[in-house]
């Protein structure tokens, strides 16, 4: 068999994507709290308000530049729809979700704490009780149906007065605030959670500065500072992982995705290996312990400083972390003949259309190949466990007259990228330890706002605009992923 017996099979969703409860039991405002709902076409807004009273909303976009006007602050505004606020209300129905998944047969959920849920304002010192008893009620019940979790300590949700209060993950104030609650939730559920990953998708700081790092300006000044800040927070988060409980292991998580240059022209090879040095520079901290040459050379040639320490050297190099998880959706083509150039990808990044591939309604090629290439690249270059934490296909999934959903082409786009993943563990070798499906049920969609845009398994009845009655129902990809699991990947047949 390709995968070993304890290969831990999932899913996995995000609390500002899923949760809601947005102000039950104490919890603060989070950055994606003041993000309105958008689509395809129309990108979603931060809202904010000045100190006169005047209020407003600015575009926010993967891979494009984001600053608010002079003097505003995100804040909620009315005449707004802000989809996090009940999402698909995992607060109230955890109990149906979490059977649900134990009915698959799942052996691992990834989920995200709200930071904000545990600590309001992001700044205090004691932890509000509410939010922690949440978690532990998740965590009780995972334990019941012997379910994995895998816990993000940070998935966009930083609280909103860090970013209000103190600029975002730019100021390494932000640092220690990370570090206590890091060690309140460390603490708390030592013996329930042994897999943690601190920052998703940490070359989002780059990619989406607001999401990524709370940042109101994305600067190349800022967003480097922020990554700096975040990955000493990540490496002491590592260091307390290791004191508090010995059987805890913390990961980091990538953004990643294979990408083809367009010709054999060599500036776009030139181009790909820019792209390949620009994402995995993340991992190249997080995992070696150590800034790579380029991005220094980068650094010097942007004239950017950055507020570090011998100590902040020491804790990269001694606390690199134990594995690598990472999302992976398809693939990219690059290329320096701009007139062929295009939008594609999930990635924010100038690309062109793959003609060997099939593209879905958002634009998306979806890659047979991805995650065989993808791991491999990650093994390679680092000799680290995998862990494949982000996987799917996000569509316009249909109700029936009869209460049914037939996502057959969901089921045929796991198929082939979880073909593809166990040949990069039969034929190549590559450590894997798990798979969790991105969107398990139904959630809203992190680039457009939209609930239109399904991943799950399960279909939740609810539209764009907040409508509907939050019923869930199995669609069929939920009793194939039934038969893979109990297969052990085995059975892949449709």
């Not at 609390?15 to 709902?37: C, M, P, R, S, W």
């Not at 798990?434 to 939209?450: A, P, Q, R």
């Amino acid at each position: 068999m390709a995968f070993k017996k304890d290969f831990l099979w999932g899913g996995a969703t995000a609390a500002n994507q899923y949760e809601g409860g947005f102000a039950e039991d104490g919890k603060g405002l989070n950055a994606i709290d003041v993000l309105t709902n958008g689509s395809a076409t129309e990108p979603r807004k931060v809202t904010w308000v000045r100190s006169d009273g005047t209020t407003g909303a600015t575009p926010l976009e993967w891979g494009s530049d984001f600053e608010l006007p002079a003097g505003a602050r995100p804040a909620l505004v009315d005449g707004y729809y802000y989809p996090s606020h009940t999402a698909t209300d995992f607060y109230h129905h955890y109990e149906e979700d979490l059977k649900l998944m134990a009915e698959m047969g799942f052996k691992c959920y990834r989920l995200s704490l709200n930071w904000s849920r545990i600590f309001p304002n992001g700044d205090e010192e004691t932890p509000n009780e509410a939010g922690l008893a949440f978690y532990d009620k998740i965590f009780d019940l995972c334990q019941q149906y012997g379910i994995e979790p895998l816990v993000t300590l940070s998935h966009y949700e930083t609280p909103l007065g860090l970013i209000n209060d103190y600029g975002g993950w730019k100021n390494r104030k932000l640092i220690k605030f990370f570090e206590n609650y890091v060690r309140t939730v460390f603490t708390r559920y030592k013996g329930k959670v042994k897999y943690w990953l601190t920052f998703n998708e940490i070359n989002a700081v780059d990619l989406a500065p607001y999401m990524g790092a709370g940042l109101l300006d994305s600067s190349l000044q800022s967003r480097a500072q922020a990554a700096h800040d975040q990955f000493v927070a990540s490496a002491l988060a590592v260091k307390l992982a290791h004191e508090i409980d010995k059987k805890m292991q913390v990961g980091m998580m990538l953004a990643y995705q294979p990408v083809y240059p367009y010709t054999c022209d060599p500036a776009d090879q030139i181009k790909v290996m820019e792209y390949n040095q620009k994402m995995l520079f993340y991992a190249d901290v997080q995992a070696g312990g150590c800034y790579p040459n380029y991005k220094l050379k980068e650094y010097e040639r942007e004239g950017i400083t950055l507020d570090i320490s011998p100590e902040d050297h020491a804790l990269l190099k001694d606390y690199p972390v134990d594995f690598i998880s990472f999302s992976c959706y398809g693939s990219n083509v690059l290329t320096t003949h701009e007139k062929e150039a295009g939008d594609s990808g999930n990635l924010g990044i100038n690309g062109i259309k793959n003609p060997y591939l099939e593209t879905n309604a958002w634009g998306w090629a979806t890659d047979p190949d991805c995650l065989r290439l993808a791991l491999n690249v990650l093994w390679d270059r680092y000799h680290k466990p995998l862990w494949i934490v982000e996987n799917g296909l996000g569509w316009s999934d249909e109700l029936t007259s009869d209460g049914k959903v037939h996502d057959d082409y969901r089921i045929k786009y796991l198929k082939e990228n979880i073909q593809s993943m166990k040949d990069a563990v039969n034929l190549d070798g590559v450590e894997l330890l798990g798979y969790t499906m991105w969107g398990c049920i139904d959630l809203v969609s992190n680039g457009t706002g939209e609930m239109k845009k399904r991943y799950g398994f399960v279909y939740v009845e609810r539209d764009d605009f907040g409508k509907g009655s939050l019923k869930r129902i199995p669609k069929d990809s939920f009793y194939w992923y039934q038969k893979v699991i109990a297969s052990n990947g085995e059975d892949l047949t449709i």
